[in-house]
């Protein structure tokens, strides 16, 4: 969850007169620029200059992107400070940037990094400070997971968007255009310069627990034209977009955070499924690509992970599709990664199969001293770290974070979270909402027919910063539209006794409307919307994630998709419960009978109107 407080950051540390003018100059570039265009093609004989007046251990660090904790680079709470001494051995994002000389840091919203704009580029000025006050001082890449939908971690009053999969069921490339183009731009103005988005699998299981609606769709032609055009947006805003997880993820039933995945795709089904989104994002030119920790036997039949396969990295996505910007790991701490080998030997093992940023290792000191002894015995040259450097230094010359590392708190007023962005998130939103069933045309409801509805179902926590819960978001939205909306949360399990007290509950109510969140053949959502359909008032059905759960709830005479509980995704759902707006979304996945998997209920394509 994101810390919503306000208040000071605790950065008091004085910058030296060498800053203050490299900080004057970023903020007058930043204001007098005609827009955020990317620096000039970088000055490759300059770049290589640095490289060569780095030290080993220096260039070492130049390749982990790291966690660390607290709101402030040089004063995080106590609790933040001992969370770093216990896992990372310094005490704050300054001392991080010291010792080890990382490259990049990644925000996070549990690591405290992102309690409200002003304080997220009030901690990037501070890690950028010093990081440029040290001997030989670099930029640092801050970077950050902003998929939007049910993964971002910078959350309100930033503008948060409609997910992947609901954008994909809008299908509009200028739409995903906009969201990068906008998001980007929030991202920068806070000095987050490097998106680990968007996710590019091809999302083809109903059963995949880490991708699913984090994917644009099950078709890959679909997949990869919003993935470029996505790319595009982020970029154009001067942002590093990252297309992921490499050779693709989205053919699985199994977590890769919490086991180690096996794809089996064919070489020419992954030719014809998996790869057209990372080719789209090639040609778009995209500034980096995330690795997956999963093994796929067609490409490299040695049984490591694809972070950790030459023939994968080198071969296919170096070689045979001829990337050459930035490679960067998924998080190292992920079990994935560590199944096959220790986590001392896959940074190692990562950079030998052509990785070129190492993120988030669970062990910094160890995976940092790895690298060092694998370079000063032999293992790698100093030649390979060269390579992998010269790419990230590229990318941040690219970025203009050689000539312009600060970002000015102005620069988040005008930016971050402003009313045309806000409104822009809204539109694109309601051209996503997907209506799958509507029987009698119960849809939409009338405020003078139905004037009293009764909002139920599941509450999962809140992603992405938003308001949250499911419940009391579509009420609320409801009651502005003009009807009287109550909740009720009855959360993703109800016991016969909640079902009971909602089905009393709807005695009282002219409609009913139910949020369901992943139902099963057994889930007691499934008996929840039978039984308020049994009691006889008009029912609703708001698939807030999956929207596969239409297939488990034959009973229910409307049915809608929203992709996500974010709040913009539920207000555009309400907003077409209510008739103020139509239905546009269309399936960007097939939905299969329940009964009858081989079977398809809904085809690709498919939603209805009014």
Not at 327 to 356: I, W
Not at 552 to 566: D, E, I, R
Request: aromatic residues 4%; contains cysteine; charged residues 20%.
């Amino acid at each position: 969850m994101h810390d919503t407080g306000t208040g000071s950051t605790g950065n008091t540390a004085q910058p030296s007169r060498r800053t203050l003018l490299a900080a004057t100059a970023g903020v007058t570039a930043a204001l007098t620029a005609a827009g955020p265009a990317r620096a000039a093609a970088p000055d490759n004989s300059r770049l290589r200059a640095i490289v060569s007046r780095m030290t080993l251990p220096e260039k070492v660090g130049q390749l982990f992107v790291m966690r660390v904790y607290g709101h402030s680079a040089t004063a995080p709470d106590q609790a933040d400070i001992d969370a770093n001494l216990k896992e990372i051995g310094v005490r704050t994002a300054a001392e991080l940037v010291a010792k080890y000389r990382v490259g990049g840091i990644i925000y996070f919203a549990w690591a405290h990094n992102t309690r409200e704009p002003h304080q997220i580029a009030e901690l990037s000025n501070g890690i950028q400070r010093a990081s440029l006050e040290l001997p030989r001082g670099l930029p640092v890449l801050i970077s950050t997971d902003q998929e939007h939908g049910i993964v971002a971690r910078v959350g309100e009053p930033a503008t948060l968007f409609p997910g992947a999969m609901a954008v994909g069921a809008g299908g509009s490339r200028s739409d995903a255009r906009t969201l990068g183009r906008i998001a980007g731009a929030e991202l920068r103005a806070m000095g987050i310069r490097q998106d680990y988005s968007p996710v590019a699998d091809v999302n083809v299981n109903p059963a995949n627990p880490v991708i699913g609606v984090r994917s644009f769709g099950a078709d890959p032609r679909a997949v990869s034209a919003l993935v470029a055009a996505e790319v595009a947006g982020y970029q154009g805003s001067g942002v590093a977009a990252t297309a992921k997880h490499f050779p693709g993820h989205g053919d699985t039933n199994v977590d890769s955070h919490t086991g180690f995945p096996t794809i089996t795709h064919s070489r020419e089904l992954w030719e014809r499924l998996d790869a057209p989104p990372f080719r789209a994002a090639i040609a778009t030119g995209i500034d980096s690509i995330m690795t997956a920790h999963l093994m796929v036997p067609a490409l490299d039949d040695s049984g490591d992970p694809a972070t950790l396969s030459r023939p994968i990295l080198t071969g296919i996505l170096r070689e045979r599709l001829g990337y050459d910007g930035v490679v960067v790991t998924d998080s190292l701490g992920m079990e994935g990664v560590r199944t096959k080998y220790g986590d001392d030997r896959v940074p190692v093992l990562a950079l030998k199969a052509g990785v070129d940023q190492l993120l988030n290792p669970p062990d910094l000191d160890l995976a940092w001293n790895a690298v060092l002894t694998a370079v000063r015995e032999g293992e790698l040259t100093e030649a390979r770290l060269d390579e992998s450097i010269l790419r990230v230094l590229r990318l941040k010359s690219r970025l203009g974070l050689f000539r312009s590392p600060y970002v000015s708190q102005a620069g988040v007023d005008r930016t971050v979270g402003t009313r045309a962005h806000l409104a822009a998130a809204d539109r694109i939103a309601e051209r996503t909402t997907t209506l799958l069933v509507n029987e009698g045309r119960l849809l939409p409801l009338s405020r003078r027919r139905d004037p009293r509805v009764l909002v139920v179902g599941a509450d999962p926590a809140s992603p992405s910063g938003t308001t949250g819960p499911p419940t009391g978001v579509l009420a609320g939205a409801l009651s502005e539209l003009g009807f009287t909306a109550t909740a009720l949360s009855t959360g993703t399990a109800p016991s016969a006794a909640t079902i009971a007290k909602a089905v009393a509950a709807a005695r009282d109510a002219d409609a009913v409307v139910v949020a369901t969140y992943n139902v099963t053949a057994g889930s007691g959502q499934k008996a929840l919307v039978e039984q308020l359909v049994a009691a006889g008032r008009p029912v609703v059905a708001v698939a807030v994630r999956n929207p596969y759960d239409v297939a488990q709830l034959p009973s229910a005479p409307a049915c809608l998709a929203s992709y996500s509980w974010t709040d913009v995704e539920l207000r555009a759902a309400a907003r077409v419960i209510a008739g103020r707006v139509k239905p546009r979304g269309k399936l960007p996945v097939a939905v299969r009978r329940a009964d009858d998997p081989e079977q398809v209920l809904y085809p690709i394509g498919y939603g209805l109107s009014y």
